[in-house]
């Protein structure tokens, strides 16, 4: 079984407009972390935010937002007033710390910002 | 500032010639990873190393060895780059304590391989 499904491979959004991009997980472990990384063109990996599987507050990062629902094992990025430069692929992760090392992404969901 | 670098950024190789790709970094993290990313996939993580313990995914090809003389640095060899190979080689490094954590994996900006 998929650890990580992001459905929607592409996404538009209105320049200053919010998106909502999808992941849900899978794991039977109590703890674990969640994370979303933005990979721009150029390639790099860049971290955007983390969840902690106990965390009881959503995580939010400047206008990054992490739409945490447990029992629903979903992890939705939320990003608020978007910019052109926000257009990229975005990956969900997700790290079970008493498995093992290992990070498991998503496919990733392409974003394009129309001005 | 603390940070994943990675040499070179792009890497021409022929087909069949060894080539190597270096990682290094500051942040004094114990876990180092290397991924292979193709066009529009996922990453897939090839192995990582635990400190001095390497960890070998259960389906990376043989051609692919890794080396980590020390805490900063990590090595990518590819022994008989295939045109299968080209893609995008991802170096990361994250901090693993002995009871488990979940911290962040920060990466390298990459090297992008062509095989000819």
């Known amino acids: 079984a998929q650890k990580i499904t992001q459905t929607q491979p592409g996404m538009f959004v209105q320049e200053k407009e919010a998106v909502t991009l999808d992941c849900t997980y899978d794991?039977?472990?109590?703890?674990?972390?969640l994370f979303w990384y933005k990979q721009p063109s150029s390639g790099e990996m860049i971290f955007l935010i983390y969840q902690g599987s106990y965390d009881e507050q959503n995580a939010t990062e400047g206008r990054y937002s992490l739409n945490f629902q447990k029992a629903r094992k979903s992890a939705n990025l939320v990003i608020s007033a978007s910019q052109l430069g926000d257009s990229a692929m975005y990956f969900c992760a997700m790290r079970e710390p008493f498995t093992g090392n290992q990070f498991y992404f998503g496919t990733g969901t392409s974003l394009t910002v129309i001005p | 500032d603390a940070m994943v670098i990675q040499n070179p950024r792009y890497q021409v190789t022929q087909f069949g010639k060894p080539v190597t790709l270096s990682c290094s970094q500051t942040l004094n993290h114990n876990v180092m990873y290397w991924y292979q990313q193709k066009s529009s996939q996922a990453p897939k993580l090839l192995f990582h190393y635990y400190d001095k313990d390497f960890n070998n995914e259960a389906d990376t090809p043989d051609n692919f060895q890794s080396r980590r003389p020390n805490t900063s640095f990590c090595f990518l060899d590819i022994r008989s780059p295939g045109l299968g190979d080209a893609a995008m080689y991802l170096c990361a490094t994250s901090r693993m304590g002995t009871s488990g954590s979940t911290d962040t994996q920060y990466f390298g900006p990459g090297t992008r391989l062509t095989v000819l």
């Open positions: 794991t039977s472990d109590q703890s674990y972390g």
